[in-house]
């Protein structure tokens, strides 16, 4: 990940680019599921989405045409012949696909013409999308596997030789894995994925995936291979979730399908099958959750070439699916985004060097180097450093539980050969780390740059920026990014380290700091696919998702497993894509049915709480009601999108009982307090919308005052920082919330940052004993904050997606300013502000095809107005409900603080 700071001199003048670009429109950002030009579509209604590009004030579309074909040309001359969906009277930049029935393994191409307000028809480049399997039916290649059982350590290579004799045209492999895999053809490894496929809960989904192979492929001779790993399926490692019992657990298998499409037009298919050969690999050892062991004595130089002599070799056998529903993985993948080079290294004597990353990540470490043959080489990867400079992995082993020392935790194991220098990587494991720690059994040659790092996490595109000018809070907003980055790989995760689960109340914590920063809808759809195979019918779901089974009786409840609601209504809120809440309504309603069935007088106790608080704990039954309520109002509002009117009248009742008994049981209206008016007992009922109106007022000013009490400092866990900035910001206490969030000593976020953090801690006191992970993105809420509370930058519940943007920005009086935006579907939406004496100059852009509701802050006014392009006076007028309307288009705005 690349973190783009905007130097602040250049905050507030007018982008080059706006004002050098003309008013002349284009089209851009054409996507299918998201994704550009995909491959191995499954849907048979895939959403074709795009971007309309028009510096015009006031830009809009007006009308849409859609033309697919299965020839570009036909596209390129105006032709649909597979779906033209003729002109559409629509300002909606996101579709489904509805013209002829889509074939498997069929590549597609297709554009949008936009005309927009000016009557101009603008039309986009030519895009495409290939369909994959579409159905289980359409596989050809069989399951296979070695031989062996699951307490075989060495990972398996198989291979398979054909001949091919005419010239291909275009090749496709598609591959699903009972484990992880890495694939070759020729010598050469296919793609950058690593990781692949995504963690599934293994017996009842599995994802496959696509490779385009027509470069790899030559005529004669070649040579399939696949390395394949334990990843979550095979666990050999033991913790305390028990993943080495699961219930799916089995040696690794795959199963492969290699479509060929020559010249000629004639078509063959290469499968996995009996015809295939397997022998152990060099890879000894490999587990998701502790490292991965290679022994280099052991490599077979060729194996994946033509010709290679693997008459010593093994046949296969077959194995049965994992699970008959295989489906295709369409999300952006893992890679090595980043590498890292260490910024220093110590020698501690003559086998033992460590080195330091300078930044914490979650990932892997690259070592270059030649030795004695049966060198033993071990890097052990931690967050810390013991005093006397060896690495400390006291604060992440606490879960692991090994039955020997054969498998030390983040620690791989490299076995030189004496052939010269090589480069040891693993491939089925990543780790959180900071430092690496070299060992060996023998004097090896080393230096600073033998060893270097490569970060590691789901792919997703950067959607955010931001800029103030606090450099603490700068450097909390990068480290919050960090920490969301390194626990996202095809789920979220709670931390890369010490336990790599997916903890669902980490991950609805941090759901809005994702998405204001990364564009990451496909990883939640993915995950949220794991939610509805892990659902009880009862309606309950683990705290962990994906899960081997464990985690049904112990840390769920409303507090955390509402993931189910609450991700899917701010993906709809962000993205505007009703979809995922679509295909969980049915789940959501089962998990609020469950709740109300075990919690009848409208308040609950099930859950786990305000976890890892500073001080004050706060009544599970307070902050598990509040999200009960989020949840059932969720339900409503789903329920009046999808024209369910009797279910939205039944869940409506339903929030309305909760909320009522809620205040019945916590709120002294003598005096305005929840319970004993701590911060999270004062701020949640507010943030969730539990407090009555009337009394939202006073409530805050008890919350302010209760902060200030705690001198600016947080007392909250996990629930608490999540509503803590965002009660008070929103109810007119932005300076007290700027307060906290600034805030440099014990306990906040920037004593993190002052104490060297570069990602979030597990817990506020960075000596505490236990729960102390340096790597976790539990209270990672900060990040979201930064884009509402300062930039004020909103969905719009009435318009989502940004359709409408609501801006409610706050000029905090000690900041000198910010400069915020964040990439919708619609475009760039940016809200910068900087103090200029008395009056405070704002800058807004809201880009073509959207509005937004300006609402500006108590105490002041808007001086002048214009146009940030031409310099053109704008008059902003109030609406009825207090705020100025916003065209699309840039604005420059000077408002005067009243006394």
Same mark, same amino acid.
């Given at each position: 990940?690349?973190?783009?700071?905007?130097?602040?001199?250049?905050?507030?003048?007018?982008?080059?680019?706006?004002?050098?670009?003309?008013?002349?429109?284009?089209?851009?950002?054409?996507?299918?599921?998201?994704?550009?030009?995909?491959?191995?579509?499954?849907?048979?209604?895939?959403?074709?989405?795009?971007?309309?590009?028009?510096?015009?004030?006031?830009?809009?579309?007006?009308?849409?045409?859609?033309?697919?074909?299965?020839?570009?040309?036909?596209?390129?001359?105006?032709?649909?012949?597979?779906?033209?969906?003729?002109?559409?009277?629509?300002?909606?930049?996101?579709?489904?696909?509805?013209?002829?029935?889509?074939?498997?393994?069929?590549?597609?191409?297709?554009?949008?013409?936009?005309?927009?307000?000016?009557?101009?028809?603008?039309?986009?480049?030519?895009?495409?999308?290939?369909?994959?399997?579409?159905?289980?039916?359409?596989?050809?290649?069989?399951?296979?596997?070695?031989?062996?059982?699951?307490?075989?350590?060495?990972?398996?290579?198989?291979?398979?030789?054909?001949?091919?004799?005419?010239?291909?045209?275009?090749?496709?492999?598609?591959?699903?894995?009972?484990?992880?895999?890495?694939?070759?053809?020729?010598?050469?490894?296919?793609?950058?994925?690593?990781?692949?496929?995504?963690?599934?809960?293994?017996?009842?989904?599995?994802?496959?995936?696509?490779?385009?192979?027509?470069?790899?492929?030559?005529?004669?001779?070649?040579?399939?291979?696949?390395?394949?790993?334990?990843?979550?399926?095979?666990?050999?490692?033991?913790?305390?979730?028990?993943?080495?019992?699961?219930?799916?657990?089995?040696?690794?298998?795959?199963?492969?399908?290699?479509?060929?499409?020559?010249?000629?037009?004639?078509?063959?298919?290469?499968?996995?099958?009996?015809?295939?050969?397997?022998?152990?690999?060099?890879?000894?050892?490999?587990?998701?959750?502790?490292?991965?062991?290679?022994?280099?004595?052991?490599?077979?130089?060729?194996?994946?070439?033509?010709?290679?002599?693997?008459?010593?070799?093994?046949?296969?056998?077959?194995?049965?699916?994992?699970?008959?529903?295989?489906?295709?993985?369409?999300?952006?993948?893992?890679?090595?985004?980043?590498?890292?080079?260490?910024?220093?290294?110590?020698?501690?004597?003559?086998?033992?060097?460590?080195?330091?990353?300078?930044?914490?990540?979650?990932?892997?470490?690259?070592?270059?180097?030649?030795?004695?043959?049966?060198?033993?080489?071990?890097?052990?990867?931690?967050?810390?450093?013991?005093?006397?400079?060896?690495?400390?992995?006291?604060?992440?082993?606490?879960?692991?539980?090994?039955?020997?020392?054969?498998?030390?935790?983040?620690?791989?194991?490299?076995?030189?050969?004496?052939?010269?220098?090589?480069?040891?990587?693993?491939?089925?494991?990543?780790?959180?780390?900071?430092?690496?720690?070299?060992?060996?059994?023998?004097?090896?040659?080393?230096?600073?740059?033998?060893?270097?790092?490569?970060?590691?996490?789901?792919?997703?595109?950067?959607?955010?920026?931001?800029?103030?000018?606090?450099?603490?809070?700068?450097?909390?907003?990068?480290?919050?990014?960090?920490?969301?980055?390194?626990?996202?790989?095809?789920?979220?995760?709670?931390?890369?380290?010490?336990?790599?689960?997916?903890?669902?109340?980490?991950?609805?914590?941090?759901?809005?700091?994702?998405?204001?920063?990364?564009?990451?809808?496909?990883?939640?759809?993915?995950?949220?696919?794991?939610?509805?195979?892990?659902?009880?019918?009862?309606?309950?779901?683990?705290?962990?998702?994906?899960?081997?089974?464990?985690?049904?009786?112990?840390?769920?409840?409303?507090?955390?497993?509402?993931?189910?609601?609450?991700?899917?209504?701010?993906?709809?809120?962000?993205?505007?894509?009703?979809?995922?809440?679509?295909?969980?309504?049915?789940?959501?309603?089962?998990?609020?049915?469950?709740?109300?069935?075990?919690?009848?007088?409208?308040?609950?106790?099930?859950?786990?709480?305000?976890?890892?608080?500073?001080?004050?704990?706060?009544?599970?039954?307070?902050?598990?009601?509040? +999200?009960?309520?989020?949840?059932?109002?969720?339900?409503?509002?789903?329920?009046?999108?999808?024209?369910?009117?009797?279910?939205?009248?039944?869940?409506?009742?339903?929030?309305?009982?909760?909320?009522?008994?809620?205040?019945?049981?916590?709120? +002294?209206?003598?005096?305005?307090?929840?319970?004993?008016?701590?911060?999270?007992?004062?701020?949640?009922?507010?943030?969730?919308?539990?407090?009555?109106?009337?009394?939202?007022?006073?409530?805050?000013?008890?919350?302010?005052?209760?902060?200030?009490?705690?001198?600016?400092?947080?007392?909250?866990?996990?629930?608490?920082?999540?509503?803590?900035?965002?009660?008070?910001?929103?109810?007119?206490?932005?300076?007290?919330?700027?307060?906290?969030?600034?805030?440099?000593?014990?306990?906040?976020?920037?004593?993190?940052?002052?104490?060297?953090?570069?990602?979030?801690?597990?817990?506020?006191?960075?000596?505490?004993?236990?729960?102390?992970?340096?790597?976790?993105?539990?209270?990672?809420?900060?990040?979201?904050?930064?884009?509402?509370?300062?930039?004020?930058?909103?969905?719009?519940?009435?318009?989502?997606?940004?359709?409408?943007?609501?801006?409610?920005?706050?000029?905090?009086?000690?900041?000198?300013?910010?400069?915020?935006?964040?990439?919708?579907? +619609?475009?760039?939406?940016?809200?910068?502000?900087?103090?200029?004496?008395?009056?405070?100059?704002?800058?807004?852009?809201?880009?073509?095809?959207?509005?937004?509701?300006?609402?500006?802050?108590?105490?002041?006014?808007?001086?002048?107005?214009?146009?940030?392009?031409?310099?053109?006076?704008?008059?902003?007028?109030?609406?009825?409900?207090?705020?100025?309307?916003?065209?699309?288009?840039?604005?420059?705005?000077?408002?005067?603080?009243?006394?």
């Amino acid at each position: 990940m690349k973190i783009r700071v905007v130097a602040f001199f250049i905050l507030f003048s007018i982008s080059n680019y706006l004002i050098a670009q003309t008013h002349r429109a284009s089209v851009s950002n054409l996507r299918c599921e998201y994704l550009h030009n995909p491959l191995g579509v499954d849907s048979a209604q895939p959403r074709l989405s795009w971007m309309l590009n028009d510096a015009e004030s006031g830009a809009k579309q007006v009308a849409f045409e859609l033309l697919v074909s299965t020839d570009s040309l036909n596209i390129v001359n105006g032709e649909g012949d597979v779906w033209d969906s003729g002109k559409t009277t629509s300002d909606k930049i996101l579709t489904r696909y509805a013209g002829e029935k889509l074939r498997p393994f069929t590549r597609y191409f297709w554009s949008v013409s936009v005309w927009n307000n000016r009557n101009e028809k603008v039309s986009s480049p030519v895009a495409s999308f290939e369909t994959g399997m579409m159905g289980m039916e359409n596989w050809t290649g069989s399951w296979i596997s070695d031989d062996k059982d699951i307490h075989e350590k060495a990972a398996p290579y198989f291979r398979k030789e054909f001949k091919l004799e005419k010239k291909v045209s275009h090749a496709r492999i598609y591959i699903a894995a009972a484990g992880l895999y890495e694939l070759s053809i020729n010598e050469e490894e296919v793609g950058d994925h690593v990781l692949d496929p995504g963690y599934t809960r293994f017996d009842r989904r599995n994802l496959y995936v696509t490779h385009d192979v027509t470069k790899e492929l030559k005529n004669g001779e070649n040579a399939l291979g696949i390395l394949l790993g334990n990843g979550w399926y095979n666990h050999q490692s033991t913790a305390v979730w028990y993943f080495h019992k699961a219930p799916w657990r089995n040696r690794p298998a795959f199963c492969l399908d290699l479509h060929i499409t020559y010249e000629d037009g004639s078509k063959e298919i290469i499968t996995s099958g009996k015809d295939w050969k397997t022998s152990l690999s060099p890879v000894v050892f490999n587990s998701i959750y502790t490292a991965e062991h290679y022994d280099a004595r052991l490599e077979q130089p060729g194996w994946c070439s033509p010709g290679f002599d693997d008459s010593k070799w093994n046949g296969v056998i077959y194995r049965a699916a994992p699970s008959q529903n295989i489906v295709s993985q369409m999300m952006h993948p893992i890679r090595h985004v980043e590498k890292i080079v260490p910024q220093r290294m110590s020698q501690l004597n003559d086998t033992t060097f460590v080195f330091d990353l300078g930044r914490n990540i979650a990932g892997v470490s690259a070592i270059t180097l030649a030795g004695e043959e049966g060198t033993i080489v071990r890097l052990k990867h931690g967050e810390r450093l013991y005093d006397n400079g060896h690495v400390d992995l006291s604060n992440i082993d606490v879960h692991y539980r090994p039955v020997d020392d054969s498998d030390p935790f983040q620690t791989d194991i490299y076995i030189l050969n004496g052939k010269g220098e090589k480069t040891f990587m693993p491939r089925f494991n990543y780790k959180g780390f900071q430092y690496v720690e070299v060992t060996s059994n023998k004097p090896i040659n080393i230096s600073k740059e033998s060893l270097v790092a490569y970060f590691m996490h789901s792919d997703v595109p950067e959607s955010g920026e931001l800029a103030t000018t606090n450099p603490t809070l700068n450097k909390i907003w990068e480290a919050t990014n960090n920490s969301y980055l390194s626990n996202l790989f095809a789920y979220p995760t709670d931390c890369p380290q010490r336990e790599k689960n997916g903890w669902t109340g980490d991950a609805h914590i941090a759901i809005e700091t994702g998405l204001y920063g990364f564009d990451g809808i496909t990883v939640y759809e993915k995950w949220l696919a794991d939610h509805r195979d892990e659902q009880q019918p009862n309606g309950v779901l683990p705290s962990i998702i994906p899960t081997d089974g464990w985690g049904y009786e112990w840390g769920n409840g409303p507090d955390w497993t509402s993931t189910i609601a609450l991700i899917p209504w701010n993906i709809y809120l962000f993205y505007g894509d009703a979809s995922l809440l679509e295909s969980c309504y049915e789940n959501i309603k089962r998990y609020v049915d469950h709740i109300t069935q075990i919690s009848p007088l409208g308040t609950t106790t099930w859950g786990l709480g305000d976890w890892v608080p500073v001080k004050s704990k706060s009544p599970v039954e307070l902050t598990s009601t509040c +999200y009960y309520y989020a949840d059932a109002v969720i339900l409503s509002e789903a329920a009046k999108l999808f024209n369910k009117p009797a279910d939205a009248n039944k869940y409506s009742a339903l929030a309305a009982k909760i909320k009522q008994a809620f205040n019945n049981k916590f709120y +002294y209206p003598e005096t305005g307090i929840y319970a004993s008016g701590t911060q999270t007992e004062l701020s949640a009922p507010l943030y969730w919308g539990l407090v009555p109106e009337q009394e939202k007022e006073r409530v805050a000013e008890n919350l302010a005052i209760r902060v200030e009490a705690d001198q600016f400092h947080l007392d909250v866990g996990l629930l608490g920082q999540k509503s803590i900035l965002n009660a008070l910001s929103e109810n007119g206490y932005a300076e007290v919330a700027y307060k906290i969030a600034a805030q440099e000593s014990y306990p906040s976020w920037g004593w993190w940052i002052v104490n060297g953090a570069t990602t979030l801690l597990e817990n506020w006191d960075i000596h505490a004993q236990n729960d102390i992970s340096m790597n976790h993105i539990m209270f990672g809420e900060i990040g979201a904050w930064l884009y509402k509370g300062l930039g004020g930058i909103y969905p719009d519940p009435n318009n989502p997606g940004f359709k409408n943007v609501i801006l409610k920005p706050s000029f905090i009086s000690t900041l000198e300013g910010v400069d915020i935006s964040h990439q919708s579907l +619609y475009g760039e939406i940016k809200s910068a502000w900087k103090h200029k004496g008395k009056s405070v100059v704002y800058s807004v852009i809201i880009p073509a095809n959207s509005t937004a509701s300006l609402y500006i802050p108590d105490g002041y006014e808007i001086q002048k107005s214009s146009d940030a392009v031409t310099g053109k006076k704008i008059n902003l007028l109030l609406g009825n409900d207090g705020s100025c309307k916003l065209q699309a288009g840039s604005y420059l705005i000077e408002l005067f603080e009243k006394k």
